[in-house]
C-alpha cells in the first residue's frame, strides 16, 4: 500500500487496489455457489473493510444475497448447496476445519428482509442470544437489554413496555428490535439483506440513520436493490449482474465492479456499471 494513502476509511481513499490488511474483515478470492448442478455465483473477488457500510447492488437474481449468506455460513442450511473458493474472515477460512458454523454466526450476525421478531416480549426477544450463550443473572441481561435498544435506537420508545409482546410494535420499530437482537451476542458485522423493502419511507429513513451511527463499532454489509439508499448510506458497492450459463439455460451471477461507492456511481470503470446505474440496463 502506498505510504501516502490514508488508512482513515475516507471514501477519498477506499478505492486503494491493495487495502490496508489490518482494516480488512471479510474477503473473498474465487467465490462460487451452487446449488445442486447449478452455479449460482461464479468470480466473486472482493474484501470489506472494518468499520464501513458495503452495499450491494445489482438485478434480481443477481446472486447479491446469495453471497451475503455466505459470510455467516446460512447457505449450509440449503440441501444441495456448496461453496467453493475461498471466503474468509479476519484471514481465517469460514469453510476451513477450523471454523465453527455456530461461532460463525455469532461474531457475524443477520438481519432479514421482513422484520422477524420472536412472538415473545420485547425484553425477551433482545435477551434471547444472551441467554443460549450462558447469561443468566437477571442483572446482566437488564445491562445487554438496555445497551442493545440504545444502540438500536428503540429504547426510548419501548422502555416503558419491555414486558409487552414484540408483535404488537411498528414494521419498522420491529426491525430495530431485530438489530438490537442481532447486536446483543456482541458480533463484529452485520450482514442486512433488504432490511428496508419491506418499509415505509419514514421508517427506512430511520434505518439508514441508525446503520451510519452504528457504523464505528460493527461492520456492515447490506443487499439493497434501491440504487439511492447504497448511494446514500455505503462506502464501498459491489455491483453484480447475470450471465447466461455456458452449460444451461439459466443465468449466473457474476461480480461486475467493487469500488468505493463514490466512485462507482459517478466515474464507474465498466460499461456494465454505467448501464445499470443510469437506468439503461437492469
Not at 442470544?129 to 445487554?144: Q, Y
Request: hydrophobic share 35%.
Amino acid at each position: 500500500m502506498p505510504a501516502d494513502t490514508r488508512i482513515d476509511g475516507t471514501v477519498e481513499e477506499h478505492h486503494a487496489k491493495m487495502p490496508d490488511p489490518e482494516k480488512v474483515v471479510l474477503t473473498t478470492d474465487g467465490l462460487e455457489v451452487w446449488y445442486g448442478e447449478f452455479r449460482a455465483v461464479r468470480d466473486v473477488s472482493m474484501y470489506v473493510r472494518r468499520s464501513e457500510i458495503t452495499a450491494f447492488i445489482g438485478p434480481s437474481g443477481c446472486g447479491k444475497s446469495t453471497v451475503l449468506r455466505c459470510f455467516n455460513r446460512m447457505n449450509d442450511l440449503i440441501p444441495g448447496a456448496r461453496v467453493e473458493g475461498r471466503v474468509a474472515y479476519h484471514g481465517i477460512d469460514l469453510y476451513g476445519p477450523e471454523a465453527d458454523a455456530g461461532e460463525v454466526r455469532r461474531r457475524i450476525g443477520m438481519v432479514f428482509q421482513k422484520p422477524n421478531p420472536f412472538p415473545k416480549s420485547i425484553y425477551d426477544n433482545v435477551a434471547y442470544g444472551p441467554r443460549v450463550n450462558g447469561t443468566k443473572k437477571k442483572v446482566d441481561l437488564d445491562a445487554i437489554v438496555e445497551k442493545s435498544l440504545r444502540g438500536a435506537a428503540l429504547w426510548d420508545e419501548v422502555k416503558d413496555r419491555l414486558g409487552a409482546s414484540a408483535m404488537g410494535l411498528s414494521g419498522g420499530q420491529q426491525q430495530r428490535l431485530c438489530i438490537a437482537r442481532s447486536i446483543a451476542i456482541e458480533p463484529e458485522v452485520l450482514l442486512m439483506d433488504e432490511p428496508c423493502s419491506a418499509l415505509d419511507p419514514i421508517a427506512t429513513a430511520r434505518i439508514e440513520d441508525l446503520m451510519q451511527e452504528i457504523k464505528r463499532e460493527y461492520t456492515i454489509v447490506i443487499v439493497t436493490h434501491n440504487m439511492q439508499q447504497a448511494a446514500r448510506v455505503s462506502d464501498s458497492t459491489a455491483f453484480f449482474t447475470t450471465e447466461m450459463n455456458e452449460v444451461s439455460d439459466r443465468r449466473t451471477g457474476v461480480l461486475v465492479e467493487f469500488n468505493s461507492t463514490q466512485q462507482l456511481f459517478s466515474r464507474p470503470d465498466d460499461p456494465r456499471t454505467e448501464a445499470y446505474i443510469t437506468g439503461r440496463f437492469g
